[in-house]
C-alpha cells in the first residue's frame, strides 16, 4: 500500500510505501478493493484461504497503515479469486472466482467477515474473472455483476444487501442483446 500526495505532481504523487501487514497473505494475490470509507481492504489470493481482509488506520497524520487483519471465513471461498468487491453500503463482500458456482457473496459487519449467501439459482457460464455492484443502490436491492469467460461473457444477478445477514441472489438477469 502506497502514500499519496493528491495536491503532489505526477513525480510525486506516490510519497512512501507503507510498512507491510504483520501477517502478509504468502501467496500470489489477484484482486484488490478498499471499502467506500476507506476502512478495510479485501484482497483476493490464488490460495487458500483465498480472501484476506484488513483494517485500514488513517490515523491523525492522515498518513495510512494497516490494522489488524479480519479473522478468517469459515466457510472459504469454493476456488482462487480472481475480482473482489465491497459492496457500496460495505455490508457485503462479493468476489468472481475460478470454480464453481464462479460467483460469492460474503456477508461483512463491523470487521467481520460473516456467512456465505446461497449461490445464484442461474450460475455464470463460466470462470468469474471479476465482480461490480451498481453504484446507485447503496443498500437494499441492487445489481451485481460478474464478468466471465464464456458467452454472454457477463450475468447480471439483482441482489438484496442486509447488514445484519448474508443478502440473497435474486433471479439473473436477461442476456444483453
Not at 500470489?28 to 481492504?41: F, G, M, Q, R, S
Not at 495510512?64 to 463482500?93: C, E, H, M, R, Y
Not at 450475468?155 to 445484519?164: E, H, L, R
Amino acid at each position: 500500500m502506497y502514500d499519496i500526495d493528491n495536491a503532489g505532481a505526477i513525480a510525486g504523487f506516490w510519497t512512501s510505501t507503507l510498512v507491510p501487514p504483520t501477517s502478509p497473505p504468502g501467496a500470489e494475490c489477484t484482486a484488490v478493493d478498499i471499502n467506500a470509507n476507506a476502512t478495510y481492504v479485501a484482497i483476493g489470493c490464488t490460495t487458500t484461504p483465498y480472501l484476506h481482509v484488513w483494517a485500514i488506520n488513517n490515523g491523525g497524520s492522515g498518513t495510512p497503515s494497516w490494522g489488524s487483519k479480519v479473522a478468517t471465513v469459515v466457510d472459504l471461498p469454493d476456488g482462487a479469486i480472481n475480482g473482489v468487491k465491497f459492496s457500496p453500503d460495505g455490508t457485503q463482500i462479493a468476489i468472481a472466482i475460478d470454480t464453481s458456482p464462479y460467483v460469492e457473496v460474503y456477508e461483512f459487519n463491523g470487521g467481520t467477515i460473516g456467512d456465505k449467501a446461497s449461490s445464484p439459482l442461474t450460475l455464470p457460464t463460466g470462470i468469474g474473472y471479476d465482480v461490480d455492484w451498481q453504484k446507485e443502490n447503496v443498500t437494499g436491492l441492487t445489481n451485481l455483476a460478474v464478468a466471465h469467460d464464456f458467452t454472454p461473457f457477463i450475468s447480471v444477478y439483482p441482489f438484496t444487501t442486509n447488514a445484519t445477514a448474508a443478502g440473497i441472489f435474486g433471479v439473473k438477469l436477461d442476456n444483453p442483446s
